[in-house]
């Protein structure tokens, strides 16, 4: 049993919960608690910490092969990112995905084939953000485009890191599933989009209501900044402006909640098509 904060893993821990720089590095990230645990791919996983406590309750099935360090409780609560810790966390591998991996399709449409049976067509569809730094809305955005049918998220390179424990925890799982890319100049990104046919929309104030758009076809949505929104030069590539309408005395809604309407467009039009 790990009894020290001075054992060299355990460092090694609090550096990886601290700082991004490390993370990337040692190209792995921290997860945490019961439920996240039993999210991840076991070709992910590089090691496990747990209590006493939670060590009692893994079926023997589970121990064969399996490389794990019991911590006592003090230690845990101080290597752990949450008020009250689970007893388990583990290191795992970070994923590692191309561009052309966002272009994954849904199935959007159907058509008719020769001999009159329907056939299923996929199309992409894509979140581009730009600067967003809250990790709650990062984590809710990535939880909610799994269940919108997105294929794929593309970042800003000064997005908050995706591998933020409260990133982690917000997404609820699906880090492990939505394919998802950094890029280094967004714009470079979003020219790439445009070339493999991927049509742009803004969320913008002055843009037109989003519902008047077509999103069967392969779309992307950008989403900016909490405080500031998009950029103009981001703005300036997009196809169209869209905005979500509002009434009372609301201007904007919160980044997630936004990116959520405009995701969950897409997928009621698409689902129209199927049926």
């Not at 992409?124 to 730009?130: K, M, S, T």
């Not at 593309?154 to 880090?175: C, L």
């Not at 590539?237 to 809604?253: F, Y």
Request: glycine content about 6%; aromatic content about 8%; hydrophobic content about 35%.
């Amino acid at each position: 049993m790990i009894t020290s904060l001075s054992n060299q893993q355990m460092k090694n821990i609090i550096k990886l919960q601290k700082s991004s720089k490390t993370r990337r590095e040692q190209q792995v990230f921290l997860v945490e608690g019961i439920r996240m645990f039993r999210e991840i791919p076991e070709d992910k996983l590089v090691k496990v910490y747990a209590t006493e406590d939670w060590k009692n309750q893994i079926p023997a099935h589970w121990e064969e092969g399996k490389t794990y360090e019991i911590v006592s409780d003090s230690v845990f609560r101080e290597i752990s990112d949450t008020q009250t810790p689970q007893g388990i966390l583990a290191v795992v591998q970070q994923m590692v995905y191309q561009r052309e991996d966002l272009l994954t399709g849904t199935t959007v449409n159907i058509s008719e084939s020769e001999n009159g049976e329907k056939q299923e067509k996929e199309q992409p569809c894509i979140l581009v953000l730009e600067h967003l730094q809250d990790p709650g809305n990062l984590g809710t955005i990535f939880r909610t485009a799994e269940g919108a049918g997105v294929t794929g998220i593309m970042m800003s390179q000064d997005t908050v890191d995706i591998y933020n424990s409260k990133v982690v925890r917000a997404t609820m799982g699906a880090i492990f599933r939505m394919p998802f890319c950094y890029e280094k100049d967004i714009r470079q990104g979003v020219s790439w989009l445009k070339e493999q046919g991927v049509c742009c929309y803004a969320a913008h104030l002055n843009g037109r209501v989003f519902y008047e758009y077509d999103y069967c076809k392969p779309s992307c949505f950008f989403i900016g900044n909490e405080g500031n929104g998009l950029t103009p030069e981001l703005t300036a590539m997009a196809d169209a402006g869209i905005r979500i309408p509002m009434k009372g005395q609301v201007e904007s809604l919160n980044a997630a909640t936004a990116a959520t309407v405009l995701m969950y467009e897409a997928m009621r039009q698409r689902t129209i098509k199927i049926q």
